[in-house]
């Protein structure tokens, strides 16, 4: 099993917990595709709403993708024509935001504390079970 964190606006958080899915890097199956049943998953984001909302940099959601089905969704009946983006089912838990600032120095996954962003500058990225949980705790 394989631990996995998403960079998503906060906006597109709740769409997906509220759809049980995610989606990641404006839609793109690659990332998707890296992830199997069972793995775990956090949305980290960097802000309320994409691309100018404002700054939140908390944890805002965390799963399990239930069964590893990547597949396309037609997103035409939702006001958005011509957008297909893939998507993946994930079964969410309750929890509440969590700052990152209080576990940036915790965290094994940021190597450079002082440039802690830079984590996250590709959208996806794996982290340990250890940094998972550490999270998970922090989001209740």
């Known amino acids: 099993m394989n631990h996995w964190i998403g960079v998503v606006s906060a906006h597109h958080v709740q769409r997906g ?4 899915f995610a989606q990641m890097n ?21 802000r309320q709403s994409y ?12 799963g399990r993708i239930r069964d590893g089905r990547v597949y396309p969704h ?4 939702e006001g958005v024509p011509g957008f297909v983006p893939w998507r993946i089912d994930v079964d969410y ?3 509440r935001a969590a700052a990152i600032q209080p576990l940036i120095d915790a ?3 940021i190597a450079d504390k002082r440039h802690w962003g830079a984590a996250f500058r590709y959208g996806q990225l794996r982290i340990s079970a250890k940094d998972f949980a550490l999270i998970a705790y922090a989001m209740g």
């Open 93 to 95: 838990w309750p929890c």
């Open 74 to 77: 037609d997103m035409s009946a």
């Open 17 to 20: 917990v509220a759809g049980d």
């Open 26 to 46: 404006h839609g793109k199956a690659a990332p998707l595709k890296r992830m199997k049943a069972g793995d775990g998953l956090i949305y980290y984001s960097p």
């Open 51 to 62: 691309p100018n909302g404002q700054p939140l940099q908390a944890f805002t959601a965390i």
């Open 107 to 109: 965290l094994d996954f």
